[in-house]
């Protein structure tokens, strides 16, 4: 209830600050959903799409719940994003990490992880839709982990780190087989260690990595999509290692003002906990 309470307070400040804000007018799942960071994009890998459904002309105002659950670790998050003119996106979102084993078996039971991220990104060149060439869109997240305690315990050097992301997306009309495909390619700059949940600039000094992201998929009708993504994370910390992280994911998008996934998730080794894999669930709604 906490969590609502808190979202529905940063949806009214946004509310409060957009104008004519409304659900756009672009092909129904162009809009893509919310990723892990706030972004427009899939469940884990930013995409070159910007939040919502505006054209040109149109201004969108987005809200979103995530949460990921394997057992050892529960992962929320809370987004807000605006999209100005399919040119522009502005978003924000709190990160919350749950250390249910590892709290505990470290002496600090109840312990949290925890993050805020602001994102901005703008449309280069491209249209999803209706160019040859892919809609490509530079990003960038600035991250600030506010509980700073454990990742400098563990060998984090900084509470804080900026990622930048290239991305390139693309909507296949008719392809494969008469159904409309789906691809997205991201390139992201980045000290981050478990995407900065646990800080950043770690102590094997490997310094700034680029790293590959991907997201795959098929819309089986104009309301349903099923999809992989994929995202490369490499080793900051000597304590443990980062496992690439895996998803396959469906979205039922029944219009513009709403869009739930489900995931099944795969972040393999997380803090020296192994065979992390459990349930992604994503509500987002758009206005």
């Known amino acids: 209830m906490k969590k609502l309470k808190l979202c ?17 007018s672009r092909q129904l799942g162009t809009g893509a959903v919310t990723q892990i960071e706030g972004a427009s994009g899939s469940g884990l890998v930013p995409w070159a799409t910007i939040a919502g459904y505006g054209e040109s002309d149109e201004t969108d105002f987005l809200a979103s ?13 809370q987004g807000i994003s605006v999209g100005w003119r399919n040119r522009v996106e502005v978003s924000f979102a709190k990160q919350e990490l749950d250390l249910i084993t590892l709290g505990p078996a470290i002496g ?33 997240q600035y991250k600030k982990n506010t509980d700073f305690l ?13 990622d930048y992301y290239l991305s390139a997306s693309k909507l296949f009309l008719g392809k494969p087989g008469g159904l409309n495909g789906f691809a997205t390619m991201t390139l992201r700059s980045t000290e981050a260690i478990e995407t900065g949940l646990l800080g950043f ?6 310094g700034r990595d680029v790293n590959v992201e991907a997201s795959f998929g098929v819309f089986f009708n104009k309301s349903v999509a099923l999809g992989v993504d994929f995202r ?9 290692k980062e496992s690439h992280w895996k998803d396959v994911f469906i979205a039922w998008v029944p219009n513009r003002h709403v869009s739930l996934v489900l995931a099944y998730a795969d972040l393999g080794n997380v803090a020296t906990l192994e065979n992390q894999k459990g349930w992604y669930v994503s509500v987002n709604g758009g206005f």
Do not use: E, W
């Open 8 to 24: 529905s307070v940063l949806s009214c400040l946004f509310l409060t600050t957009v104008h004519d804000v409304h659900a756009g």
């Open 65 to 77: 719940l995530t949460r990921v659950d394997t057992g050892d670790y529960r992962f929320d998050m």
């Open 108 to 140: 600090l039971p109840g312990a949290t992880l925890n993050q805020d991220v602001i994102g901005a990104k703008v449309r280069l060149g491209g249209n999803l839709v209706y160019s040859k060439m892919p809609q490509i869109a530079f990003g960038i």
């Open 150 to 162: 454990i990742p400098s315990v563990v060998g984090a050097k900084d509470d804080k780190g900026i």
């Open 201 to 206: 600039g770690g102590d094997n000094g490997s």
């Open 232 to 240: 490369q994370k490499q080793r900051q910390l000597n304590f443990a």
